[in-house]
């Protein structure tokens, strides 16, 4: 049985989340304790507990422990055998941190994974925006041969969620490696403006305006999507994410969301600030798609290697467990002001 103690590192539910998606993956039960130690409200939120849940269901695996506020966790899962799988997360717990824990597996069904996640939240605090998914981390996965293809029924936000969407996956038995070693030139930065049941004030355009007139400044041309959305009548907001495509296949990206008493401009002004924040850097993975490309990369059979421009604690939480649980090895070397993640095969 592996084990891990969910308090090491960032003591956060990443350490869950990728643990509970490598177990499956591995076919080897877990015991994970002192789950989400080092949060203020530490063991099972509600959305950790419908992720695991979700993974459970995709390979029909035994549960201990799988309650609200449960610190512990023994995971016993079984083949991952694909079909059509519902969750439901019921407040606005973060759709892409559920998506996130359930990707790696579903790659691994026998069939066809089509997930649909109802009643939660799409674009929300503390978690990277569903458009971000479909726009920065769907394509570099892609590079990798997952193909998976993700829509959105019902966009939702902070405090009462009620967002669909609708995720189907491929198996792919078999992952390309991923080497981003040069940063190359900026080719394009594009953007989706969200917003819902606010078109008539405008906020969508607004926000994308600012992004544009913040990145024109700066040497930049952005083109810029905007979506007046009126798929959830029950939770108006909106949402803005950026991103940079390079002539040598880096993507960056960035996102902000809106908040009562945040202007669209401050959300505009925001995303585009974190995504030249990125740029000028010139990393080949910004800062929150380096750690979700870790566990992909751990699993792929050759070395693969990208720059980015930091190491968060979700990036250094992913590198160590990756290596605990797949038995592989990376190395990180700063050079020139970047981070160079190299996964170099088993140690």
């Given at each position: 049985?592996?084990?891990?103690?969910?308090?090491?590192?960032?003591?956060?539910?990443?350490?869950?989340?990728?643990?509970?998606?490598?177990?499956?993956?591995?076919?080897?039960?877990?015991?994970?304790?002192?789950?989400?130690?080092?949060?203020?409200?530490?063991?099972?939120?509600?959305q950790h507990?419908?992720?695991?849940?979700?993974?459970?269901?995709?390979?029909?695996?035994?549960l201990e422990?799988?309650?609200?506020?449960?610190?512990?966790?023994?995971?016993?899962?079984?083949?991952?055998?694909?079909?059509?799988?519902?969750?439901?997360?019921?407040?606005?717990?973060?759709?892409?941190?559920?998506?996130?824990?359930?990707?790696?597996?579903?790659?691994?069904?026998?069939?066809?994974?089509?997930?649909?996640?109802?009643?939660?939240?799409?674009?929300?605090?503390?978690?990277?925006?569903?458009?971000?998914?479909?726009?920065?981390?769907?394509?570099?996965?892609?590079?990798?041969?997952?193909?998976?293809?993700?829509?959105?029924?019902?966009?939702?936000?902070?405090?009462?969620?009620?967002?669909?969407?609708?995720?189907?996956?491929?198996?792919?038995?078999?992952?390309?490696?991923?080497?981003?070693?040069?940063?190359?030139?900026?080719?394009?930065?594009?953007?989706?403006?969200?917003?819902?049941?606010?078109?008539?004030?405008?906020?969508?355009?607004?926000?994308?305006?600012?992004?544009?007139?913040?990145?024109?400044?700066?040497?930049?041309?952005?083109?810029?999507?905007?979506?007046?959305?009126?798929?959830?009548?029950?939770?108006?907001?909106?949402?803005?994410?950026?991103?940079?495509?390079?002539?040598?296949?880096?993507?960056?990206?960035?996102?902000?969301?809106?908040?009562l008493r945040?202007?669209?401009?401050?959300?505009?002004?925001?995303?585009?600030?974190?995504?030249?924040?990125?740029?000028?850097?010139?990393?080949?993975?910004?800062?929150?798609?380096?750690?979700?490309?870790?566990?992909?990369?751990?699993?792929?059979?050759?070395?693969?290697?990208?720059?980015?421009?930091?190491?968060?604690?979700?990036?250094?939480?992913?590198?160590?467990?990756?290596?605990?649980?797949?038995?592989?090895?990376?190395?990180?070397?700063?050079?020139?002001?970047?981070?160079?993640?190299?996964?170099?095969?088993?140690?």
């Amino acid at each position: 049985m592996i084990e891990i103690d969910g308090s090491q590192k960032s003591g956060s539910g990443t350490i869950l989340r990728l643990s509970v998606a490598l177990a499956a993956i591995l076919g080897q039960p877990l015991h994970i304790y002192n789950i989400r130690q080092n949060r203020p409200q530490s063991g099972l939120r509600p959305q950790h507990l419908e992720a695991v849940l979700t993974a459970a269901r995709l390979c029909d695996a035994e549960l201990e422990g799988a309650e609200l506020n449960s610190r512990e966790l023994w995971f016993k899962p079984r083949k991952v055998k694909g079909g059509k799988i519902e969750s439901e997360i019921g407040t606005a717990g973060s759709i892409p941190m559920l998506v996130m824990t359930v990707l790696p597996i579903c790659i691994f069904a026998e069939n066809t994974v089509q997930l649909h996640v109802s009643k939660g939240g799409t674009d929300v605090s503390h978690s990277p925006t569903i458009n971000y998914m479909r726009y920065v981390l769907l394509p570099m996965l892609k590079r990798m041969g997952i193909n998976a293809t993700l829509t959105v029924h019902k966009y939702g936000y902070y405090p009462k969620g009620m967002g669909e969407i609708t995720i189907t996956v491929e198996p792919s038995q078999f992952l390309t490696s991923l080497r981003l070693e040069n940063f190359g030139e900026i080719a394009s930065i594009k953007g989706v403006s969200v917003c819902t049941f606010l078109a008539d004030r405008k906020v969508a355009e607004r926000q994308a305006n600012k992004a544009k007139s913040y990145l024109k400044e700066k040497g930049y041309k952005a083109n810029i999507q905007v979506i007046n959305d009126k798929s959830n009548p029950l939770q108006k907001g909106s949402s803005l994410v950026l991103w940079a495509e390079t002539n040598a296949n880096a993507i960056l990206g960035a996102d902000a969301i809106g908040e009562l008493r945040k202007t669209s401009e401050t959300v505009g002004a925001e995303a585009a600030e974190k995504l030249l924040e990125e740029v000028s850097a010139k990393p080949t993975a910004d800062v929150h798609l380096a750690d979700m490309l870790i566990p992909y990369i751990a699993m792929a059979k050759d070395k693969s290697a990208f720059f980015t421009r930091t190491i968060s604690n979700h990036l250094e939480t992913n590198i160590w467990l990756a290596e605990k649980m797949l038995n592989v090895k990376f190395n990180v070397a700063k050079t020139d002001g970047l981070y160079k993640i190299e996964k170099v095969g088993q140690p």
